[in-house]
C-alpha cells in the first residue's frame, strides 16, 4: 500500500497547522470513527473524552505554545474542534486507562537502532514495527515539514497528529513503542506526539537527548533516538 504524502511548509505554527488540517478532512473523519469505539471499550463517551483531552491545553500552552499554536491550526485548516484535534494528539496517554480501573493494557510497536559498526555501509539504520488497529493503518500518510528555518522533517503521522516518528535535516530520528508500568497515573504532563515533534526540531543530538530527559511524564513510553551521527540511544521512561 503507497502511502498518502502530505506536504506542509512555513515558519508560522499556525499556518502549519492550517495547511495540514486543510489535507487531511476526510482523514480524521475516518479515524475518529475508529477512536470513538476504542474510547467506548474503554468506559468512555466521545465528549468525556474529547474534555479529558482539554485538560493538557493550559498546560501545553505554557510548556510548548508553538506547538499549541500549530494543533489550534490543525483544527483551523480541518473545520473541527479544538477538541477533536488535542484527543488525537493524547490518545496515547488517554487510552491507558480504563474508566474506574487503575490497571491498563495497551500494546504497540516494536523499536530498533543499529549502529553503524554493524550496518554493511557504516551508517545508523533506526525504525519499528507498528501493531494496532487496521483503522490507523488504513489512515496513515506521510508527513512533510519545512519549517522554513532550516529544519525539515519527514515521518508517518497519524490524522491532525503533530507526527509519530520520523526523521530531521539534522539527522536526528526518534521511534516510539508502549511501555506499561504500575506507576503510570492519570495526570496532566507533555504528551508523546508534542514531545516526538519537539525531539524532531533538534538540531543535535545532544539536545534531542535532552528534550526526552526534562521529562516529568505521568505514563510509561520507550523513546529511542538516533543520529546520523553514528549514535543512538534507548529512554525507557516512566514516571519514576
Known amino acids: 500500500m503507497r502511502l498518502r504524502?502530505?506536504?506542509?511548509?512555513?515558519?508560522?505554527?499556525?499556518?502549519?497547522?492550517r495547511q495540514h488540517g486543510a489535507q487531511v478532512k476526510e482523514e480524521i473523519q475516518r479515524v475518529c470513527q475508529g477512536y470513538q469505539k476504542s474510547f467506548e471499550k474503554k468506559g468512555y463517551t466521545w465528549e468525556e473524552t474529547k474534555d479529558m483531552a482539554m485538560e493538557y491545553v493550559p498546560y501545553?500552552?505554557?510548556e510548548m505554545p508553538e506547538l499549541?499554536?500549530?494543533?489550534?491550526?490543525?483544527?483551523a485548516g480541518a473545520e473541527i474542534d479544538l477538541a477533536v484535534v488535542m484527543v488525537l494528539n493524547t490518545r496515547y496517554e488517554l487510552l491507558k486507562f480504563k474508566k474506574g480501573v487503575d490497571n491498563h493494557e495497551h500494546n504497540e510497536c516494536t523499536c530498533y537502532a543499529v549502529l553503524p559498526e554493524a550496518t554493511r555501509d557504516k551508517v545508523t539504520i533506526a525504525g519499528q514495527n507498528w501493531d494496532n488497529a487496521p483503522f490507523m493503518g488504513e489512515n496513515l500518510y506521510v508527513l512533510h515539514i519545512d519549517e522554513e528555518n532550516g529544519t525539515k522533517i519527514v515521518g508517518l503521522s497519524e490524522p491532525a497528529q503533530l507526527i509519530r516518528s520520523g526523521m530531521n535535516s539534522h539527522g536526528i530520528s526518534v521511534n516510539c513503542s508502549t511501555l506499561l508500568s504500575t506507576k503510570d497515573v492519570r495526570g496532566i504532563a507533555v504528551p508523546t506526539n508534542f514531545i516526538r515533534r519537539r525531539v524532531l526540531?533538534?538540531?543535535?543530538f545532544e539536545e534531542a537527548r535532552g528534550v526526552v530527559e526534562a521529562l516529568k511524564p505521568c505514563i510509561s513510553i520507550n523513546y529511542v533516538i538516533g543520529s546520523a551521527s553514528g549514535e543512538a540511544i534507548v529512554y525507557e521512561s516512566t514516571p519514576v
Request: glycine share 8%; charged share 40%; hydrophobic share 30%.
Open 60 to 62: 501545553l500552552e505554557k
Open 5 to 17: 504524502e502530505i506536504y506542509i511548509k512555513s515558519a508560522d505554527p499556525f499556518e502549519r497547522g
Open 68 to 75: 499549541m499554536e500549530e494543533a489550534r491550526g490543525i483544527a
Open 201 to 204: 526540531q533538534s538540531r543535535s
